[in-house]
């Protein structure tokens, strides 16, 4: 996606690492301060504690799945004697989870704005309440600090709230929002949308959908015809179909990316209110089962809150790491 304005100072890249960690304050408590916990009573490493590490990781909604392998990982470095305290078990979690994350954790190449002969076109998608519209204005924020110019497409009609709401994220952003009356037809918005910001010679355009539940069929059948209608003026939009997720959700989310990823080819995630879950390990599972590249992480409310998503340091912030130690 849209790179950050400059490369981080030293600084910087702290007091965004220190955001990060406090943002996940809850999920941590329910990882690193029950690792920590089992450490501190100077237990000899053995099969029973390691057990008890899989409680742990499974209370964190880290998944069955990545928590069998770290697991049966663990139980095999004890038989070969390469676990002799608490620091080595904690360097072997943190080595599978980081692994586990990396794989998906991958940015979105937008070409540079003078390089854009037609504007790239995100299309955001996800049901009610995950925060679409702030992770759009947000998003907005972010591609132009970085260069580039935006459009903004009011696609959700079914609730006049949702246009209101992006207008108010255009103005604070300082772009346009292409919006129709409550009730209109989404793909006719969009098109429409498209159209303006082609003639405006706009690099972005960023489109509001419905939120909806990933259950209703018909529902998901208007997104459908949302991207062909985009095909209609750019046969290879929308070049980024990105999933807003609500970490609060937990496994919930999973089965939500799982329904969005076979209706309309999701292409990039995004996971909001990090900052109010004790579910953040379910990022482990969507990487596991879905492989679906991870673009940002929603910390905070405020419009610089939405981060890139970067492996290494959501791990180092669960597990109460200092940067810099892997």
């Known amino acids: 996606m849209p790179p950050a304005p400059d490369r981080p100072t030293d600084a910087r890249r702290a007091g965004i690492l220190g955001r990060l960690r406090t943002a996940l304050r809850r999920t941590r408590e329910n990882l690193s301060s029950g690792l920590a916990d089992l450490f501190s009573r100077g237990r000899k490493i053995d099969a029973a504690l390691i057990d008890e590490v899989e409680e742990i990781l499974l209370g964190a909604d880290v998944g069955v799945d990545l928590a069998d392998r770290i697991v049966a990982d663990l139980h095999d470095r004890l038989k070969r004697r390469r676990l002799a305290d608490g620091p080595a078990v904690l360097e072997a979690l943190r080595e599978h989870m980081v692994q586990a994350l990396e794989a998906v954790a991958r940015s979105c190449e937008v070409p540079p704005p003078a390089a854009l002969e037609r504007p790239f076109v995100v ?80 690099n972005v355009l960023i489109a509001d959908t419905a939120g909806r539940l990933h259950t209703r069929t018909g529902l998901m059948d208007e997104l459908a015809k949302v991207r062909r209608v985009l095909g209609r003026i750019d046969p290879a939009a929308p070049h980024e179909t990105l999933l807003v997720l609500d970490a609060t959700t937990g496994q919930n989310g999973l089965i939500q990316a799982r329904r969005f990823t076979e209706a309309v080819r999701v292409s990039g995630l995004a996971v909001t209110k990090l900052d109010g879950t004790a579910r953040g390990g379910v990022l482990f599972a969507i990487a596991r089962e879905l492989a679906i590249p991870i673009r940002y992480i929603g910390v905070g409310e405020g419009i610089e809150d939405l981060r890139d998503f970067v492996a290494a340091d959501f791990v180092d912030a669960l597990l109460a790491r200092p940067p810099g130690n892997g």
């Open 123 to 202: 299309l955001v998608v996800g049901v009610n309440g995950v925060g679409k519209t702030t992770t759009i204005g947000k998003l907005a924020h972010r591609f132009r600090e970085g260069g580039y110019s935006v459009v903004l497409a009011a696609g959700d009609t079914f609730r006049a709230a949702a246009i209101d709401q992006l207008q108010v994220w255009g103005k604070r952003n300082g772009v346009p929002v292409i919006a129709q009356q409550p009730g209109a037809d989404p793909a006719a918005v969009v098109f429409d949308a498209l159209r303006s910001a082609t003639a405006r010679s706009a």
